[in-house]
């Protein structure tokens, strides 16, 4: 019901960046016709212009009644993009934004109090289909509005639905950030192999490899990520030697990421207070 509402009232798409394009080949590839989406894009990629062809409206006029507008611009040119879609404001047309850190009332004074209004925040893998979007509407998005968007989010990953929007900060600093401190894992990683005698492409080999494998168990696996540390730390072993360190209380892992996804959220919360 939800592909046949937009393809019968349209798409609209503002920003094909980064998590714009990795949105949009998720929705062609799950069946959304490239006709009923229009996208708004002042710099668009060759891929995006070859997309034409197929009849994407590619900065063409918008429909008079779309579905859902997906707004996948970058928080800081969030006031420039949105007079272009402003006419779709106070009626039926949702609007869906991942930028992070703007709240609903942004759009909400933007658009109109009548707007139904979708605040997503989703994660990088989306652009290899692995993503994880948490998302909450306000009063005037239905169920069927609900759906409509998780429908969309789920062809990059997997969707949650927050209880409020105070929780979107913590989201934001664990799932939304979370992939930089796991890319930044890996490089160290690496660069610790590399102290101990490894070759640079062989430890960055093994980095990227144990720690995509371990995430892939971890996710997959009936046992809890700490019953499957306990099941590969073997007592006075190398497992356990490297933990005492990795799992001191004051200068381990744990108070490190504490800090690191504390100084996300806040953030998250100021740049809420400033749009």
Same mark, same amino acid.
């Given at each position: ?11 609209? $798409? ?33 891929? $995006? ?6 009849? $994407? ?42 930028? +992070? ?25 989306? #652009? ?31 969707? /949650? ?18 992939? +930089? ?46 019953? $499957?540390?306990?099941? /590969? ?7 356990? +030697? ?20 504390? #100084?996300? #959220? ?10």
């Amino acid at each position: 019901m939800s592909i046949n509402k937009i393809k019968a009232q349209g798409l609209v $798409l503002v920003g094909c960046g980064k998590m714009g394009s990795a949105l949009l080949a998720g929705w062609l590839d799950s069946g959304v016709e490239a006709g009923s989406i229009t996208v708004l894009e002042p710099a668009p990629a060759e891929w $995006l212009l070859g997309l034409r062809a197929g009849g $994407l409206g590619l900065n063409a006029a918008l429909p008079d009644r779309p579905a859902i507008a997906v707004i996948a611009v970058k928080p800081q040119v969030i006031l420039d993009a949105l007079p272009r879609v402003q006419a779709l404001g106070d009626g039926s047309t949702i609007f869906l934004s991942i930028a +992070a850190g703007t709240p609903i009332a942004a759009f909400e004074t933007a658009l109109g109090p009548q707007t139904p209004i979708i605040r997503a925040m989703p994660n990088t893998p989306a #652009a290899v289909g692995h993503s994880i979007t948490a998302l909450i509407g306000n009063a005037r998005v239905d169920e069927e509005g609900m759906v409509l968007a998780e429908t969309l989010l789920q062809t990059v990953g997997q969707t /949650v639905r927050l209880q409020n929007e105070a929780e979107m900060d913590g989201v934001t600093a664990v799932s939304g950030s979370g992939p +930089a401190y796991v890319f930044h894992l890996i490089e160290t990683l690496a660069a610790a192999g590399e102290e101990q005698g490894l070759p640079a492409a062989l430890a960055m080999k093994l980095a990227l490899s144990t720690v995509a494998g371990a995430g892939d168990l971890a996710e997959n696996a009936d046992q809890t990520p700490s019953e $499957l540390r306990v099941n /590969v730390t073997s007592p006075g072993g190398t497992t356990a +030697a490297a933990l005492s360190v990795l799992m001191d209380q004051k200068t381990g892992l744990s108070p490190l990421l504490s800090r690191t996804v504390k #100084a996300a #959220a806040a953030r998250s919360r100021e740049l809420g207070k400033t749009s």
